[in-house]
């Protein structure tokens, strides 16, 4: 569902909209900590069985780097036979918390078939999830699935996006694909007013999320003229509740949620810069639970 | 930085390893012991299925090289991009980067050409942001050839360097 238009006067133009903070690793406390560097000494000692029975204890709290650390040890069997389906569960679990390592491990799993069925299509999904964390790998990665349109539609400029923040995150083998700037995607010309919506991926339509922050992705076809993001995050799912809005070249953005919880909605605006077209995406409703 | 961890003496014609900052990592633990409690009831169907449902990644990867050079060809590029979709973060996992050269020219020539070419392939990986600890690289020349043949054949398949990891 989509709408064309021109863009509101009341949409702030700003710089690239990937906010970068921690993720939320379910540190809780000294004592936690102490725990938790009890573990990864007995780990980095070799000592796997007792490593592993304090990662279990850990992850049974909700502790995400520990989950993340039993899925490695599965994956490699550390003290366990290797299982890359009992890695991925491990990994998965963590990864659902918003951990950015397993998240990144999660997609490579799905992307090479490791343990899981391949799905180029949720791997994209959690390499975005990634990428929004600062994951320069996955960023990389997702370039090459948008390059290739493996798991997403073919995109060359949201390609190149990925790849410029990867290269500028400090992988130097993006900058080979990255093409001078002024290039103009392949076809051109058609009538504006017909820009494609984005489809969106994650948060999915009422989902109920206990997180500091939400990593908001989705996927868009190639475009006939060059365009960006704007996404929008609201209250209530109207302008008037707004927390956050932002142009995204990219196909992902980390957004910290206000404390407090309730009910939120997210919607991506495809814009070309140059007309001021637009088309814009529906309201995607989720709900934070105050924490 | 790689580069200054595999240029070591290339007056030997024998097999160089260098082992890149795995630490403890390198370690191999023997398989965990198997439980001995009574047999389980018989289901044999179902086991042999699950084993045999999991999936596998491949885990080993070649580049071949024109004769004398050290220069990865364009085709390799994608073959580099599918090592960076499978290593997984966090892993100590050990890529081994083994160079080898056809028989060609002097042994000391090809152990020199065999790192060159192991050289290319660990910068290339590097270069996809695999951290540079996680390699072996392995310098092999004219020893342990892929294919065995006499003195002076330019054989393909002795051209390359493979990429396997555990």
Known sequence: MSIAGRLPAGAAIAGLGLAFALAGTGLVGTAHAGRRSDAIAAYDHGDYGSARTRFLSLARTGDADAAYRLGIMSDLGQGVPEDATEAFRWYRRAAVTGYAPAEFNVAVMLDSHRGVPHDAAQAAEWYARAATHGNHRAQYNLGLLYSSGEGVPRNRPVAQAWFRLAESGGIPAAAEHIEAAGTRPETRGVASGRLHAVTPVAPKADTALSRREVEIVWTAPAQTVPVRFFLQVAHGGSDHGEIYADYVDSTAALVRLPAGGGAYAWRVYTVSPTTADYSIGAWIPFTVRPR | ?166
């Open chain 2, 1 to 166: 930085m790689s580069r200054r961890m595999i240029s070591l003496s290339m007056r030997q014609a024998m097999p160089i390893l260098v082992l890149a900052g795995l630490g403890a990592c390198a370690q191999t633990q023997p398989p965990a012991p198997v439980a001995t409690s009574a047999p389980p009831p018989p289901s044999p169907p179902a086991v042999v299925a699950d084993t045999a449902a999991k999936p596998k990644a491949p885990d080993s990867l070649d580049f071949y090289f024109a004769p004398g050079s050290t220069k990865l060809r364009a085709e390799d590029v994608a073959l580099l991009d599918k090592a960076s979709r499978l290593y997984r973060d966090g892993n100590p996992i050990v890529m081994v980067v083994a160079g080898s050269s056809d028989t060609v020219g002097s042994p000391e020539s090809n152990l020199k050409l065999s790192q060159a070419r192991a050289d290319a392939v660990l910068q290339g990986l590097v270069a996809r942001g695999i951290p540079v600890g996680r390699f072996q690289v392995l310098a092999k020349g004219v020893t342990d050839l892929p294919v065995q043949t006499g003195e002076g054949v330019a054989n393909q398949e002795n051209r390359r360097v493979d990429l396997t990891w555990r």
